[in-house]
């Protein structure tokens, strides 16, 4: 399986919304917030959705940790936002968790979720924002022939 990676940025919401496909090891993870964080309309300060259940990831609990060091490494990327990962297995919960435990000072509020409606009640956003990014999430959950649980 191909890994694949999307996401939009939405300025008005200060919201970024990524979806994972595929098997992921950590040099990868970082390689894609390097891209991300190429785009023009990045802004450390905007929370991220971090939809995962597509996922499987080929790192340890402790390789997190070099994650967090890409992060802490360059100032582009340390923002005071909220960040949620959307998670269907143990493993992936695993991962979210490991990400909020080894985060030290990064001003980064994270939680694990299994749902875009506590997605956006973390973020207070309105629901008729969940339905955009749902919407968007599902759209390339069926290009990417996943079927939809």
């Known amino acids: 399986m191909e890994n694949i990676m999307e996401y939009f940025i939405d300025p008005d919401k200060k919201l970024i919304v990524e979806y994972y ?8 993870l970082i390689d ?15 929370h ?5 259940r597509d996922a499987i990831f080929l790192f ?3 390789e997190i940790n070099k994650y967090v060091e890409f992060l802490e490494g360059d100032s582009k990327y340390i923002g005071k936002r ?9 493993e992936q919960v695993v991962v979210g968790l490991g990400l909020d ?4 000072d990064l001003p980064i509020n994270i939680k694990v979720a299994s749902t875009f409606k506590t997605a956006f009640e973390f973020f ?17 959950r069926s290009k990417n022939n996943i079927i939809i649980k």
């Open 21 to 28: 496909c595929g098997e992921f090891k950590i040099e990868e």
């Open 32 to 46: 894609c917030k390097f891209d991300i964080a190429s785009d023009e309309q990045y802004n450390p300060n905007y």
């Open 48 to 52: 991220v959705l971090h939809d995962i």
């Open 60 to 62: 340890s609990f402790e």
């Open 82 to 90: 909220k960040s949620i990962v959307l998670a269907s297995t143990p």
């Open 101 to 104: 435990m080894q985060k030290r």
């Open 124 to 140: 207070k956003l309105p629901l008729s924002e969940i339905e955009k990014a749902e919407s968007w999430i599902e759209y390339h």
